[in-house]
Nanobody
Framework: QVQLVESGGGLVQPGGSLRLSCAVRGFTLNDYAMAWFRQAPGKEREFVATANWGGATYYTDSAKGRFTISRDNAKNTAYLQMNSLKVEDTAVYFC???????????????WGQGTQVTVSS
């Protein structure tokens, strides 16, 4: 059974940092692209960042320079380090996976349940 389990969300002040984790069960990461998406209240889910099997990455403009996606294929885990957080980063963050060795901003087949990130003073 395929499972993606996020953790690491929480409440943080503006300017603070959080590190999200996504533990993958049921398949190995080697042949999969991993990504993070987010959905703010009243808004559609949006792409944040992706990393392919070799570690190449791509970010949405709002995440560049502040967020870092990484993956540990041996641990079957992906991460999203978020620094300099802003109020507008408040959202439910989802990790996702899809087969392929490229860089993808959509078309993901497997999703986690999401973890809440709230940035507030």
């Amino acid at each position: 059974q395929v499972q993606l389990v996020e953790s690491g969300g929480g409440l943080v002040q503006p300017g603070g940092s959080l590190r999200l984790s996504c533990a993958v069960r049921g398949f190995t990461l080697n042949d999969y692209a991993m990504a993070w998406f987010r959905q703010a209240p009243g808004k559609e889910r949006e792409f944040v960042a992706t990393a392919n099997w070799g570690g190449a990455t791509y970010y949405t403009d709002s995440a560049k320079g502040r967020f870092t996606i990484s993956r540990d294929n041996a641990k079957n885990t992906a991460y999203l380090q978020m620094n300099s957080l802003k109020v507008e980063d408040t959202a439910v963050y989802f990790c996702a996976a899809r087969v392929g060795k490229g860089i993808y901003t959509g078309g993901y087949d497997y999703w986690g349940q999401g973890t809440q990130v709230t940035v507030s003073s």
